[in-house]
């Protein structure tokens, strides 16, 4: 039986900031659970881009605000009304507060909660505690907001980031000709083994007049653009007539409003979608999680975990994030 402690090791902030220095690592309550939910106790979680948008205000939060979305574990609590998981169970799921010690989630429908197998190792924990958030999006973005097809010319920003990379191999798994853009040639070199096509460096060459080029002057078939505002003029250009603007990020800064009737000139459709609203649903859940999991077991689909810092230095992985000096994926190892 373990022992649960009342006070546990966070990251959080008090206040927003651009700035690194309001991330604390922080003494704070270990949660109490609901009969409808269940306490684990996180072994690894990964490190998103979504964290620096709370961080800095862009998007709303209540303070003081644990970070994090996603992590692995063992259920060490759970409330009377949960039947699909029991303590001792090695779980891996998407949840706000993963960068804690302990988090408390809802475990009666079992949706983004991956139950792991029993002798699942600590490289499986570490896996699974960070590939989710970035390769479900990844997955379900190339069938929802968009469905890409054989031949389909896609147009992938910072492709040997963490979505990037996955995207990338997805989109030319499924027949597509990637358009990689990336701002060094050593990013743009990760994306090509993974399957890009086309390869734009973004830091020297002009993205509109390359996709013309790579596309006989026609556009791409649809454009995943998570970086926002300093891609999205570009990457509304680089669509060909009735193509698919698929805009799921900020990582530069928040897509500016824009008139709707720009659309009209090439019936362009523009989607700016959210993973948590293609597995909101047990059955949504349960296909998306099979299918990456087959995707990882059979070895279609690779995911990098470049850089593990243990949970106390979040900072410096934030830091290497942020000034676009990863590819791949950072974890956080939290203590025991
Ligand atoms: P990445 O590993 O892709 O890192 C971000 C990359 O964006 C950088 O490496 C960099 O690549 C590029 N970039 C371009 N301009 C900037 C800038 N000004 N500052 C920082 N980076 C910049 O991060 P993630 O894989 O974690 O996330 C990628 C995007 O996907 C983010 O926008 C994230 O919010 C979004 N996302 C959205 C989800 C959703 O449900 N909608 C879910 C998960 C992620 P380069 O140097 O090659 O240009």
């Known amino acids: 039986m373990t022992t649960i402690p009342k006070t546990q090791k966070v990251i959080l902030f008090e206040e927003t900031s651009q700035d690194l220095s309001v991330l604390q690592y922080k003494d704070f309550p270990v949660p109490e659970i609901s009969a409808d939910e269940i306490l684990i106790k996180n072994k690894y979680a990964g490190v998103n881009f979504i964290e620096a948008y709370f961080r800095s205000g862009l998007y709303p939060s209540k303070t003081p605000y644990v970070l994090g979305r996603e992590a692995s574990g063992v259920v060490v609590a759970k409330g009377d009304n949960v039947t699909k998981f029991k303590v001792g169970d090695k779980v891996a799921y998407l949840s706000p507060s993963t960068f804690a010690q302990y988090t408390k989630v809802d475990g ?11 002798d699942a190792s600590e490289e499986d924990l570490k896996l699974f505690g960070s590939v989710l958030v970035q390769a479900l999006t990844a997955l379900t ?13 896609i147009l992938i920003h910072a492709a040997a980031g963490g979505v990037g990379q996955l995207l990338t191999q997805l989109a030319a798994s499924k027949g597509a000709k990637v358009i990689a853009t990336a701002s060094t040639d050593a990013k743009l070199q990760i994306a090509k083994e993974l399957g890009a096509s086309f390869l734009i460096n973004s830091s020297t060459e002009d993205i509109v007049e390359k996709v013309k080029e790579f596309t006989n002057g026609v556009g791409v078939n649809a454009v995943y653009d998570g970086i926002g505002k300093a891609t999205f003029e570009a990457s509304f250009e680089s669509l060909a007539p009735k193509g698919t603007f698929v805009s799921f990020g900020n990582a530069s800064g928040a897509v ?34 099979k299918e990456l999991l087959g995707l990882l077991s059979d070895g279609k689909l690779k995911f990098s975990i470049t850089k593990v810092y243990s949970l106390k230095d979040y900072p410096k992985a934030a830091q290497e994030l942020e000034s676009r000096a990863t590819t791949g994926k950072l974890t956080l190892e939290i203590p025991q």
């Open 108 to 118: 009666t429908t079992g949706i983004r909660i991956l139950k792991l197998k029993d």
């Open 141 to 153: 973005f190339v069938y929802e907001p968009y469905n890409v097809k054989s031949g389909d010319f």
């Open 256 to 289: 500016p409003p824009f008139s709707i009737s720009r659309l009209a000139p090439k019936n362009i459709a523009i989607l700016r979608p959210q993973l948590f609203g293609y597995t909101n649903t047990p059955e949504t859940w349960e296909k998306y999680s």
